[in-house]
């Protein structure tokens, strides 16, 4: 509303704007057409996000879409002959994690000290977390042993960067 009186007003030396908004800016760039259009010149709009989609935005929505993914990895894996030959409890190592109140035990540990802290982590936290990365290819190889890792071993996190060091993934 500020913005759009000092438009009107010529305040910033204009009358009609010229909007560009890229991902989620562009369901603010979809309001302000909306609501405002009369002071719109042109829009770019730029990997736009579907007005109607509202549920990624919300982070029980995106959480549940994330634990999803790791779940399709999962029985992806397990009908893989060559995956499931690697990693024959995934199943078990994803059921253990997925379980409400599942908790993995975490060192944090500073690198440069070498001084530690215990912590435990939510298991749907973390699988929420994977899910976020199965968009990198890297990362979605990488982890059935992440899983694996997380059900058998205590995690060491530097507690200045979050890095898992390699060796443990």
């Known amino acids: 509303r ?4 000092h438009i009107k007003k ?14 989620y800016g562009t369901r603010v760039a979809f309001h302000i057409l909306k609501e405002h259009g009369d002071m719109v010149e042109a829009a770019v709009l730029d990997s736009a ?3 109607q989609a509202t549920a990624a935005f919300h982070l ?9 993914a790791v779940e399709r990895l999962v029985r992806d894996c397990r009908a893989d002959q060559r995956c499931h030959a ?7 190592d994803w ?7 599942a908790v993995v035990r975490v060192i944090m540990r500073d690198m440069t000290s070498g001084a530690t802290k215990p912590a435990t982590v939510p298991g749907q936290n973390l699988i929420a977390a994977i899910g976020g990365y199965l968009i990198f290819e890297e990362f979605r190889v ?7 890792q997380l059900t058998r071993d205590e995690l060491v996190v530097d507690a200045r960067t979050g890095v898992v060091p390699a060796a443990l993934t």
């Open 2 to 5: 500020f913005q759009k009186e």
């Open 10 to 23: 010529g305040v910033l030396g204009v009358r009609r704007v010229i909007l560009f908004g890229t991902s």
């Open 49 to 51: 996000v579907p007005p």
């Open 60 to 68: 029980d929505s995106a959480n549940t879409y994330r634990r999803r």
């Open 86 to 92: 690697m990693y024959p409890r995934i199943e078990k």
């Open 95 to 101: 059921s253990q994690l997925a379980r409400p109140g």
């Open 142 to 148: 990488a982890t059935p042993a992440i899983l694996s």
